[in-house]
């Protein structure tokens, strides 16, 4: 089952808009790695990170990230990246 990172940064946003980014990323299927981080707490300017698993495209998982971020009405910038499952035999 392929696995997703998302990273979501928001442009001149507020605790309350990064609030607004996790309901609608749960909305979406995705998991909030970040939520708790000392880091994150005193950062707002820090991306949040989030994981989706699933049969999911990339374009899929795309689309979703976008999607949820819009909703918060700031700019946004993000990044999905596929993992791929590395073997230790060779």
């Known amino acids: 089952m392929p696995s997703f990172i998302t990273r979501i940064e928001l442009m001149a946003a ?3 808009d990064y609030q607004k ?3 609608e990323m749960k909305k979406a299927a995705f998991k909030d790695v970040t939520k708790g ?3 994150r ?3 707002l300017a820090t991306p949040l990170e989030f994981n ?3 049969n999911y495209t990339l374009l899929e998982v795309t689309d979703a990230a976008a999607r949820a971020a819009r909703k918060t009405g700031r700019r946004y910038s993000f990044t999905v990246i596929k ?3 590395m073997s ?3």
């Open 52 to 54: 989706r698993n699933g």
């Open 14 to 16: 507020s605790q309350k």
């Open 37 to 39: 981080s000392p880091r």
């Open 41 to 43: 707490l005193h950062a």
């Open 88 to 90: 230790l035999h060779q």
């Open 83 to 85: 993992e791929r499952k």
């Open 21 to 23: 980014l996790e309901e």
